[in-house]
Every structure is written in structure tokens, then in C-alpha cells.
């Protein structure tokens, strides 16, 4: 079984609905990510939280919001989705201990918003 | 702006090492290498990281130049499997969290 999950795999929506991806760990890591990538580019930081009842925001958290129902639980909202929100999402997670830890992501959740 | 310069792509043969460069002229004392790769839309995956010291896993080496301000990674013994986009991030331990993914170097691996 996968570490990190991600849900659903592929979503076509319409603007201006409201949507949540949902990403689970069973790595027992405290640090979790969520990232977009768009098409030849990087990925950029949305949100990120390092434990339950930490959330912060990234480098493009305009539009976006974040829960984190439980250490193994972090989710993604997009309440009123725009075309320009499409996108391949990824989540991460990271442990705490040491310097330099390495994220270990899951397989991608690709958005499309008409 | 950004911290690291890679080439936009390079191809390497199958079974031949591939050496994979990145410029990073303004690293800062307290901040490591990492490379990751992501193959077709997957999810990113680590591969090494490194503060000033050479570096070897299962996956790769890493050599950093003495004066920290490039570094190589190599793949030893490419296979078609290592086609992908390897991306050169350079970061502070203290926020180790904060992984700015650039555009990263294409590497094609031929048969």
C-alpha cells in the first residue's frame, strides 16, 4: 500500500464550484504539504503544516484553504473553483526529526476547472 | 530569483553514467543541495541531498565542488527508467520545509 494517498486521482469540475482533495499518510509524519504544478513548470507551495492545529500558508495560498483533521489527515479546498486552479495537485509529508528531511509525495490529483 | 541554474535537458545512453550539473553561486553556508526527480506527472521523489561533503546512496552520488557554489549529481549506471526531470534545490536546514522547485533539467535516457 501506498504511504501517502491521494483523492480522488483526476477531477473535471466547473467554475465556481467547491471542491476538496484529500490526501492521507501512513508514514506517521507531523509535516504535511499540499503543491500545485502546472504544465512545464515547477512545483509551488500552497500550504503547509507541521502538526495538527498548524497551518501555513505557501507561496500561492490565494483561493485555497486547508484542514488538518488529524496527523495522518490533510485536505485541500478550492471553494469557488476558477478555470486558472487547473492543475496537477500534489501532497507531501516530512518528519521532524534531523535537518534536512526529505518530502516523500503522493501520486498527483489532476484538476480540471471549464 | 532564482537560487539554482540546471540545463534545460540533456540525453545520456543506457548503462553509461549520467553527470548532472547545477550551478548554485549564492548558497549559502547554512544551506544544503537537494535533488529530487519526478517521472511523468508522478509525485516527486527524493534522491540526496548534501552540505559540503561528497555524497553516495543506492540511487546516486553527489560531488560538491569545495567552494559549494556548483554540484553534480550522478547516476552511475543510467537506465530507461531514470527518464525524467531532476530538479537541484538548494535550502536551509531550518526550513527544510520550504523545497522551491525550479523548472529542473530534462534527462532523456536512449536505448
Known amino acids: 500500500d501506498a504511504d501517502v494517498t491521494q483523492t480522488p486521482r483526476n477531477r473535471i469540475t466547473k467554475t465556481g464550484k467547491r471542491i476538496m482533495l484529500e490526501c492521507s499518510q501512513t508514514?506517521?509524519?507531523?509535516?504535511m504539504y499540499w503543491y500545485r504544478q502546472d504544465p512545464g513548470l515547477g512545483l509551488r507551495l500552497i500550504y503547509y503544516?507541521?502538526?495538527?492545529?498548524?497551518?501555513n500558508k505557501g507561496e500561492i495560498s490565494d483561493g485555497y484553504s486547508v484542514s488538518r483533521q488529524a496527523q495522518a489527515k490533510f485536505s485541500l479546498s478550492l471553494e469557488s473553483a476558477i478555470p486558472n486552479q487547473t492543475a496537477l495537485y500534489f501532497c507531501?509529508?516530512?518528519?521532524?526529526?534531523?535537518?534536512?528531511?526529505?518530502?516523500?509525495f503522493g501520486p498527483g490529483t489532476r484538476l480540471t476547472v471549464l | 530569483d532564482a537560487k539554482t541554474t540546471q540545463p534545460t535537458s540533456m540525453d545520456c545512453a543506457e548503462g553509461r553514467a549520467a553527470n548532472l550539473p547545477c550551478n548554485h553561486s549564492?548558497?549559502?553556508?547554512?544551506?544544503?543541495v537537494y535533488w529530487y526527480r519526478q517521472i511523468h506527472s508522478q509525485g516527486p521523489q527524493y534522491i540526496i541531498h548534501?552540505?559540503?561533503n561528497n555524497e553516495t546512496n543506492e540511487m546516486a552520488s553527489l560531488i560538491i565542488t569545495e567552494d559549494r557554489k556548483s554540484s553534480t549529481l550522478i547516476l552511475p549506471h543510467a537506465t530507461l527508467r531514470d527518464t525524467a526531470v531532476y530538479y537541484c534545490?538548494?535550502?536551509?536546514?531550518?526550513?527544510?520545509?520550504?523545497?522551491?522547485f525550479g523548472a529542473g533539467t530534462t534527462v532523456t535516457v536512449r536505448a
Open positions: 548534501g552540505l559540503k
Open positions: 507531501a509529508t516530512s518528519d521532524n526529526q534531523g535537518q534536512g528531511n526529505e518530502q516523500f
Open positions: 549564492t548558497i549559502s553556508g547554512n544551506e544544503y
Open positions: 508514514k506517521g509524519h507531523d509535516r
Open positions: 534545490i538548494v535550502n536551509a536546514w531550518a526550513n527544510d520545509y520550504k523545497l522551491s
Open positions: 503544516s507541521f502538526d495538527v492545529k498548524d497551518i
